[in-house]
């Protein structure tokens, strides 16, 4: 025990000296010398009673007990619109109470936006398209993925106002088209100029999330945009947008559910609970669509009828990850990374737990 101590001591030690020569050389020039000074104290003293700590016996008994207990007592939760229904139901409130486990919502516009917040810990948990992940891994993002969410390819479409010329994929050549950057818009609108002949080169994309996506649209200063639902059955009605061409031809993706692989790892208990409460939710809403719709119509302010028809169009159910969804997922990755619109090739495989991991805590789907 002692000899550890001492050998505790000689690495504060040999920090003190990376501190002296990381001042010699400016590194702490945002630290006052005696703030540095005191955090090397207190270092060491830590050094010193981590490693009595370490030989008790009975907290490295109690330590194991807890190994399967939350390591949070909170779950920041990212959704987006198109998934409120969760939210709405309190359903994994009631569930992890017990737990001693609270739920936080935070609301994003898209999935780019929620995993940009996942990556620096603002949420742990989340759910988007298939394209927002990909993005994030290239840019180096710590996420892992947890479960498939079904397709919803009627729930997509390449909306025009009501009078435009356009009247074909192929009229889409040289035209300003919206969309959320590495959302799962972005990925049907390349599946649809890949089916129809056209290059991404072809068109003007523009960048811009839905709200201001659909402003623009209404201004004139768009010639189409690429959403999904609730905002596209909106935007069918409330400024009489025209469907060119849904998801139904080339669509075949659904979405995910994706969380911190820090989060991923200590709390599977958690993800266990997570997951099967929203299967059952999948289960319910599946033959009770005119009550999700009931339920959604005044949280989203959104009408009833427009709600009915986006929740008709969608699928609802929850896919475990396995080798055909890793696959299919792969592609869309190399897809982005041959347009050169992420800056790296990436191995979507290096985002996943291991099988076990997943056996662990995924329900029978």
Same mark, same amino acid.
Request: proline share 6%.
């Given at each position: 025990?002692?000899?550890?101590?001492?050998?505790?001591?000689?690495?504060?030690?040999?920090?003190?000296?990376?501190?002296?020569?990381?001042?010699?050389?400016?590194?702490?020039?945002?630290?006052?010398?005696?703030?540095?000074?005191?955090?090397?104290?207190?270092?060491?003293?830590?050094?010193?009673?981590?490693?009595?700590?370490?030989?008790?016996?009975?907290?490295?008994?109690?330590?194991?007990?807890?190994?399967?207990?939350?390591?949070?007592?909170?779950?920041?939760?990212?959704?987006?619109?198109?998934?409120?229904?969760?939210?709405?139901?309190?359903?994994?409130?009631?569930?992890? !109470?017990?737990? /001693?486990? $609270?739920?936080?919502? =935070?609301?994003?516009? %898209?999935?780019?936006?929620?995993?940009? &917040?996942?990556? @620096?810990?603002?949420?742990?948990?989340?759910?988007?398209?298939?394209?927002?992940?990909?993005?994030? !891994?290239?840019? /180096?993002? $710590?996420?892992?993925? =947890?479960?498939?969410? %079904?397709?919803?390819?009627?729930?997509? &479409?390449?909306? @025009?106002?009501?009078?435009?010329?356009?009247?074909?994929?192929?009229?889409?050549?040289?035209?300003?088209?919206?969309?959320?950057?590495?959302?799962?818009?972005?990925?049907?609108?390349?599946?649809?100029?890949?089916?129809?002949?056209?290059?991404?080169?072809?068109?003007?994309?523009?960048?811009?999330?839905?709200?201001?996506?659909?402003?623009?649209?209404?201004?004139?200063?768009?010639?189409?945009?690429?959403?999904?639902?609730?905002?596209?059955?909106?935007?069918?009605?409330?400024?009489?947008?025209?469907?060119?061409?849904?998801?139904?031809?080339?669509?075949?993706?659904?979405?995910?559910?994706?969380?911190?692989?820090?989060?991923?790892?200590?709390?599977?208990?958690?993800?266990?609970?997570?997951?099967?409460?929203?299967?059952?939710?999948?289960?319910?809403?599946?033959?009770?669509?005119?009550?999700?719709?009931?339920?959604?119509?005044?949280?989203?302010?959104?009408?009833?009828?427009?709600?009915?028809?986006?929740?008709?169009?969608?699928?609802?159910?929850?896919?475990?990850?396995?080798?055909?969804?890793?696959?299919?997922?792969?592609?869309?990755?190399?897809?982005?990374?041959?347009?050169?619109?992420?800056?790296?090739?990436?191995?979507?495989?290096?985002?996943?737990?291991?099988?076990?991991?997943?056996?662990?805590?995924?329900?029978?789907?």
């Amino acid at each position: 025990m002692m000899s550890s101590i001492f050998q505790r001591l000689f690495a504060g030690l040999k920090i003190f000296r990376f501190t002296q020569f990381a001042r010699q050389n400016s590194i702490f020039s945002l630290v006052r010398l005696p703030v540095a000074g005191a955090f090397i104290a207190s270092l060491c003293l830590s050094l010193l009673f981590s490693s009595c700590t370490a030989n008790n016996g009975s907290n490295n008994t109690t330590s194991a007990n807890n190994s399967n207990q939350p390591k949070t007592s909170v779950v920041k939760f990212g959704y987006q619109k198109s998934a409120i229904l969760l939210k709405s139901k309190g359903v994994l409130e009631k569930r992890l !109470q017990p737990q /001693g486990v $609270s739920v936080q919502w =935070i609301e994003f516009p %898209a999935g780019p936006q929620l995993l940009e &917040a996942m990556n @620096v810990g603002s949420i742990d948990f989340g759910h988007t398209g298939e394209s927002p992940p990909i993005f994030a !891994q290239a840019a /180096g993002a $710590s996420l892992t993925y =947890i479960a498939g969410i %079904a397709p919803s390819p009627a729930g997509q &479409a390449i909306l @025009v106002p009501p009078d435009s010329p356009i009247k074909t994929v192929t009229d889409l050549k040289g035209k300003k088209i919206a969309f959320q950057k590495g959302s799962s818009a972005h990925y049907m609108l390349l599946q649809v100029l890949e089916k129809f002949g056209l290059k991404y080169s072809d068109i003007q994309p523009i960048y811009l999330p839905p709200a201001d996506a659909r402003a623009a649209l209404v201004k004139g200063s768009l010639d189409a945009w690429v959403i999904w639902d609730p905002f596209y059955a909106a935007a069918e009605k409330a400024i009489n947008a025209r469907v060119l061409i849904d998801g139904t031809e080339v669509n075949k993706q659904g979405g995910y559910y994706l969380a911190s692989r820090k989060f991923a790892t200590e709390n599977p208990e958690i993800i266990k609970s997570i997951l099967e409460e929203i299967k059952t939710l999948e289960d319910w809403s599946d033959k009770h669509r005119d009550e999700v719709a009931a339920t959604l119509s005044p949280v989203l302010g959104i009408d009833l009828e427009t709600m009915q028809k986006a929740t008709q169009r969608k699928k609802f159910g929850v896919v475990p990850i396995d080798s055909n969804l890793i696959a299919i997922q792969q592609k869309v990755a190399d897809k982005f990374y041959e347009l050169k619109l992420i800056p790296k090739q990436i191995d979507v495989k290096e985002a996943m737990l291991s099988p076990e991991q997943y056996a662990a805590f995924s329900p029978k789907l």
